[in-house]
């Protein structure tokens, strides 16, 4: 949770970047504009796309990006994946800065998305995996039985005395 939703739900005092303590730390904060975030896509995008790398709002920028059939100038990697993982290293290393006091040189955050994204998508070439079709839509599934007694569970007038802790725990924050 970012210091902006700590703040919003009266968690938190600051809403600041404990990064860069320059601006209120949203997601889209973290994730594109601090200063590591930025450090890191400055280096992975193309200098004449970066203007409008940066113009969209949180969720198109995601999309546009996730959906891209583009490969990565170097090392012809798809777009789609060596995004995805520099985000997830991106937030994996303001958590590690957030709760463990721990800073990543941006080099090593790149270093570590770079070799993920190689890595994965090796196994998909091996495994003759394709991106999967951002336009298409995922059909409906039944839940499985088990996940209707849990529903039925929780919706139990007695969940809060429940044998089973998570279903306690679910039932105290309704």
């Known amino acids: 949770m970012t210091n902006v939703e700590r703040c919003r739900r009266h968690f938190g ?5 404990p990064v860069c303590n320059e601006a209120d730390e949203s997601i889209l904060h973290v994730l594109q504009d601090c200063c ?3 450090a890191i896509w400055q280096c992975l995008v193309p200098s004449s796309l970066l203007p409008e790398f940066y113009e969209s709002n949180l969720q198109a920028w995601i999309i546009n990006n996730v959906c891209s059939r ?7 990697i798809p777009w789609s994946y060596l995004f995805l993982s520099s985000l997830w290293q ?3 290393s303001r958590n590690d ?3 463990n006091n721990v800073a990543h040189p941006t080099n090593a955050i790149l270093g570590r998305a770079i070799t993920w994204t190689r890595y994965y998508s090796d196994i998909c070439q091996q ?3 394709t991106a999967p079709n951002c336009g298409s839509t995922i059909p409906w599934k039944q839940p499985e ?5 849990t529903v039925q569970m929780l919706n139990a007038l007695h969940a809060d005395n429940s044998p089973f802790s998570l279903v306690r725990a679910i039932a105290k924050l309704r």
């Open 127 to 129: 495994n003759n995996v």
């Open 97 to 99: 800065l957030v709760f």
């Open 90 to 92: 991106i937030w994996k």
């Open 145 to 149: 039985p088990d996940c209707k007694e």
């Open 70 to 76: 583009l490969l990565h100038p170097e090392g012809d």
């Open 36 to 38: 590591v975030a930025s």
């Open 13 to 17: 005092q600051s809403s600041l970047c």
